[in-house]
DNA sequence: GAATTCTGCGCATAGAACCT
DNA sequence: AGGTTCTATGCGCAGAATTC
């Protein structure tokens, strides 16, 4: 619609349209035979040569099949770790609204399904990821998003660097580049960051935690750790919970639709800079001639040596098992100090038993949980709040 | 050539988490 | 407490591809 295109080149890793230059044919773009079967397919390695540069669509159409799970996982590792948000990796990196990068990270669909059009967030994620120094980039053009931000609201930058503010305090150590290079070995976290998945609640919990307010609007600090060892939630968690859910911020919440947005507020930031620090050209600019990975071939062997991000490519991404980003995470440990005195159930298949027995404790105490709540609410006693 | 289907994407919003 | 940020998701639109 009237958005830039995404052809418009947000990109600014050396992807800068060249539709009036190419020379496909004499491009030097590393056809090399394939691992593992000596396919010949071309590289991404041509978009960082100046002397050649190859359009996007260019890229697309000659790229060798990609993982695009492999690459959305990829991707959302990076940006988790990194504290950057999908939104400013998608209007900056890929050109795409936050709703589209979410989308594309979590339900990725495969190489080929997909139209060049569709292919093309992909090449770019690849391209993203292949050079480390991208992620320092972004994490640099969300600090200056932040210091704009603050700016515009206190009229006054943050004090001190941003390493220690508060305001940024979430945000891991800068990366060495070492570091950053010790990413390509997938699912480590470089920088020692834990993860922390979203949490959703799901209808019982939230129906609990619900009947929970009714009884308790301001639930003292051992009510609320009660909840959150019953439910199996963090007590951050139930503590966020009611907090938004308390009509003020939520008008119209704690009535019975629960939590309602309060005031937009993107749309008013973005309004007063659609292009908020992000200056593709300046991002562009300030990436010094790295001749990083973005030089070496998705495929060549050359990219196993490579120190930056770079994926195994699949030639048969189908074929590999797809890492579904929708698997359900094994539960981590530690999170199911329940205190209810549910014995273990019998032993089950080894596969099924820690789930499902997880999940038939959690449904039983939850429907206990309601259950007392309701009793209690219908009879006006007092909470005791055991369960 | 019109109708239908597919594909890619933006917009709006819910709701969890975070910041001041 | 109030406001903001962020991600996930539903819906709808536009354009391309396909079918009739």
């Excluded at 010949?40 to 790229?63: D, F, K, R, W």
């Excluded at 190489?111 to 990821?129: A, C, I, N, T, Y």
């Excluded at 968690?237 to 938004?244: D, G, K």
Aim: proline letters at 11%.
């Amino acid at each position: 619609q009237s958005h830039p295109s995404p052809l418009a080149e947000p990109v600014s890793l050396s992807l800068e349209s060249s539709k009036e230059n190419q020379q496909p044919e004499s491009l030097g773009l590393g056809l090399g035979p394939h691992p593992d079967g000596g396919k010949s397919t071309p590289s991404l390695m041509a978009l960082h040569q100046p002397a050649n540069p190859l359009g996007i669509q260019e890229l697309v159409a000659m790229s060798p099949e990609l993982d695009t799970y492999a690459i959305t996982k990829k991707v959302k590792e990076v940006l988790t770790d990194n504290n950057l948000g999908q939104r400013l990796f998608g209007e900056t990196i890929l050109g795409l609204t936050q709703g589209s990068v979410s989308d594309l990270l979590s339900r990725p669909k495969p190489w080929h399904k997909l139209s060049l059009k569709g292919r093309e967030p992909f090449v770019r994620m690849q391209l993203w990821l292949n050079d480390p120094h991208n992620v320092d980039k972004l994490r640099a053009m969300k600090k200056m998003e932040k210091k704009a931000y603050l700016k515009r609201r206190y009229g006054l930058l943050s004090t001190g660097s941003d390493s220690d503010s508060p305001s940024t305090r979430s945000e891991c150590v800068s990366p060495a580049p070492a570091a950053a290079a010790a990413l390509a070995s997938l699912d480590l976290c470089p920088y020692g960051q834990a993860k922390k998945p979203r949490v959703v609640l799901g209808a019982e919990e939230k129906e609990a935690l619900r009947k929970a307010y009714l009884l308790e609007p301001y639930p003292s600090q051992n009510t609320i750790e009660m909840l959150a060892s019953q439910l199996h939630l963090k007590t951050n968690t139930v503590i966020n919970w009611f907090h938004n859910y308390r009509p003020g911020l939520y008008p119209g919440a704690a009535a019975t639709d629960g939590p309602q947005r309060a005031g937009q507020s993107r749309h008013e930031a973005e309004e007063s800079g659609k292009s908020p620090a992000v200056d593709p050209v300046s991002f562009k600019a300030s990436s010094e001639p790295c001749r990083s990975s973005l030089e070496v071939s998705l495929n060549s062997p050359s990219a196993a040596s490579s120190p930056g991000l770079m994926m195994s490519v699949s030639p048969v991404p189908s074929s590999s098992a797809p890492i579904s980003p929708t698997l359900p995470n094994p539960p981590s440990s530690g999170a199911n100090h329940s205190l209810d005195a549910n014995p273990p159930p019998p032993f089950q298949s080894p596969k099924l038993s820690r789930s499902s027995q997880r999940r038939t404790e959690k449904m039983a105490n939850l429907n206990n949980i309601i259950h007392r709540l309701e009793r209690a609410a219908n009879r006006e006693e007092t909470l005791e709040w055991e369960f």
